[in-house]
């Protein structure tokens, strides 16, 4: 029997990145009885190995909950969990599509943070009903009045009915159930018309094929039932479905309203599209559902197999990670120092560093990453304008008529005794002031332009550094400007390598050249022969760094005796040596191809 729509919540959790989500999750696992108390773990929802070890909420994840109301009721609440790292902000919309409500939690020691108002304007867009959730009471540093007046003023909602809670103790825990019950609007849908389900996730099991998870808006979808994918027009049978609690629970069908997951033998890996819709074959609907905006990468890096051997597995493991995590984009690539491989698009550079995880971990790859970088406009000496992703591909200099930079606008909340460090950072980043907002007596707002290939390197680490942990970030895109940028080479022996290639602004070229290649010259091993390190842009050389060639004495058996006969054999010695550096080719380790990403920091 489906439960009727007037008893069932669709709601998700958002807040900034530490401020409980998981812990609540667990909570409201436990008093619901969703985990069985001798096999709960903390972080229950947080499935992946990545998750537990960084301690931070990555993919989005769904979950059934049945609690008796104080009217005596038996109501389902469908809990979908969300991130709350600004890179994994796309999985957060997409969580709340398949919601009507969410608890925003604020931090009651910290109070209203970046991502705290990124993802409440996210969730205010999607018209859901939003409760205001003050945790972590228990704290000595707590400021409830504080937090209170926070979300008011900056958020803009009603903080007077906004739940105490500590997730950490259990407190507050019913009053937030009970809260859900009575303010979030129940689901709206005919479950008598042709059916229509959003696909908001999918993961790839060896064994089963393609799991979709689906929220109903309309109709019935049934076992045994064959469905159609209204984006391609492919047909499937569906060979199981139900609910997760959080584990797979089988039924008969899945209703209206209701929120689940199907299986129907979907082999191909490309035939599933999250945003798509699902209807009945034999009885489609006339219009899909409004899917999600086709995601934008930001951040490029390329990917290629350690061993020449497994180009192919690389690209079949980019196949099934894309199910799962539909926000990076992957094309085929060739370099002439790694060979074949794949050049990428991130959204941030943590999910640059998850997506590498998780191909080498769950995959069992291992894999060369080069400098990552932003995608720039070029126009060129005929008009023509197109984009590069890789700084190999940019023209030489006297093609180029102009060359513009993505450009970012970024909010910075911070306490105002780090606000002149935050101000200098951003200005040493080329960021250009827009306007300041005090939130109170101790925190304050910064909003600055600046382009976004200063974020990718080490802007983050460095504003976390001198704000002691206490500055959140929060940025999007406004659009593209002209720069002064230039290409710097890295020459080896003379020879460039395009991997370690990227493009940078004309004033710091110099350097970031000095520091690569001294960076280089520790991290390349001694060859038989001495190595030169130039950095160059155009024709000329800007740095040059020298690893030294290993010397075996060749005089050591000599005792006394004739001068002439240890300069003949170091003579030798230096010939040999000059003919095996015209043929000996440098390796570079891993560690170099990384090492731009902090090359503006002290060595």
């Known amino acids: 029997m489906a439960t009727p729509l007037e008893r069932i919540r669709n709601f998700s959790i958002i807040a900034h990145i530490d401020h409980g989500k998981s812990t609540l999750a667990d909570r409201l696992l436990q008093r619901t009885g969703a985990v069985d108390e001798r096999t709960f773990q903390d972080q229950s929802l947080d499935t992946m190995d ?36 600004v890179d994994f902000s796309y999985e957060v919309s997409r969580s709340l599509a398949a ?123 049934a076992k045994g039932m064959k469905v159609q994918m209204m984006s391609n027009g492919l047909k499937y049978d569906v060979a199981e479905l139900g609910f997760l609690t959080p584990a797979p629970k089988p039924a008969d069908a899945l209703e209206a309203g209701e929120v689940g997951y199907l299986i129907c033998n979907i082999k191909s890996l490309k035939s599933t599209q999250i945003g798509d819709t699902i209807t009945d074959a034999a009885n489609p609907a006339p219009d899909p559902l409004p ?11 390329g990917l290629y197999p350690a061993g020449d051997t497994d180009y192919e597995e690389l690209r079949d493991a980019l196949e099934r990670l894309q199910v799962n995590d539909a926000s990076f984009q992957y094309q085929a690539d060739s370099s002439d120092a790694l060979g074949l491989g794949f050049r990428l698009g991130f959204l941030g550079l943590l999910h640059m560093e998850i997506i590498q ?55 910075i909340i911070c306490p105002t005794d780090y606000l002149s460090a935050v101000c200098g950072l ?53 659009g593209h400007r002209p720069g002064k940028l230039v290409k710097l080479d890295i020459l080896l022996n003379g020879d460039p390598v395009d991997a370690l290639s990227t493009i940078v602004h004309r004033e710091h070229a110099e350097q970031v050249g000095r520091n690569l290649a001294s960076r280089l010259r520790r991290l ?59 043929v000996g080719a440098v390796e570079v380790p891993q560690e170099a191809f990384m090492a731009l990403l902090r090359a503006n920091d002290e060595d």
């Not at 301690?55 to 969300?82: C, F």
């Open 50 to 85: 990545l998750e537990r070890e960084r301690g931070i909420t990555i993919k989005s994840v769904a979950v059934r909950l049945q609690y008796r109301g104080e009217d005596g009721l038996d109501y389902v609440l469908n809990l979908i969990d969300t991130p709350g790292h």
């Open 99 to 221: 919601c009507e409500g969410a608890l925003l939690l604020v931090d009651a020691a910290q109070g209203v943070e970046a991502q705290t108002l990124a993802n409440a304007y996210k969730a205010i867009e999607q018209d859901l009903e939003i409760i205001p959730v003050i945790n972590k009471i228990d704290l000595p540093s707590a400021d409830i009045d504080g937090a209170r007046q926070q979300i008011e003023e900056v958020v803009g909602l009603d903080a007077d009915s906004a739940i105490l809670a500590s997730a950490k103790e259990n407190t507050g825990t019913d009053e937030i159930l009970q809260a859900i019950i009575e303010r979030v609007p129940p689901p709206q849908g005919d479950r008598s018309a042709p059916p229509r389900a959003l696909i908001f996730d999918a993961v790839y099991d060896t064994y089963r094929g393609v799991v979709i998870y689906a929220r109903m808006k309309e109709g019935r979808i």
């Open 291 to 301: 899917g999600y905006q086709e995601v934008r990468p930001l951040v490029f890096c």
């Open 357 to 411: 995880e998780r191909l080498e971990r769950e995959f069992g790859l291992t894999l060369v990453t080069t400098v990552p970088n932003v995608g720039y406009w070029i126009t060129n000496s005929k008009g023509e304008t197109f984009k590069i992703e890789n700084a190999s591909k940019m023209p030489p200099p006297t093609e180029i008529e102009r060359i513009e930079e993505p450009y970012i606008e970024a909010e």
């Open 426 to 478: 951003c200005k040493e980043k080329r960021g250009v002031h827009v306007r300041i907002d005090y939130i109170d007596k101790q925190r304050c707002m910064a909003v600055y332009q600046m382009p976004l290939a200063e974020i990718v390197m080490d802007f983050y680490d460095r504003l976390k550094t001198i704000s002691r942990g206490y500055a959140s970030l929060e940025y999007w895109l406004i």
């Open 524 to 582: 390349i091993p001694r060859q038989q022969f001495e190595v030169a390190i130039q950095a160059a842009i155009g024709n000329k050389i800007v740095v040059r760094e020298t690893v030294k060639a290993l010397r075996k004495n060749v005089t050591a058996k000599c005792y006394g005796g004739d001068i002439t006969r240890k300069r003949k054999l170091l003579e030798r010695q230096k010939e040999g040596k000059r003919r095996m550096k015209q």
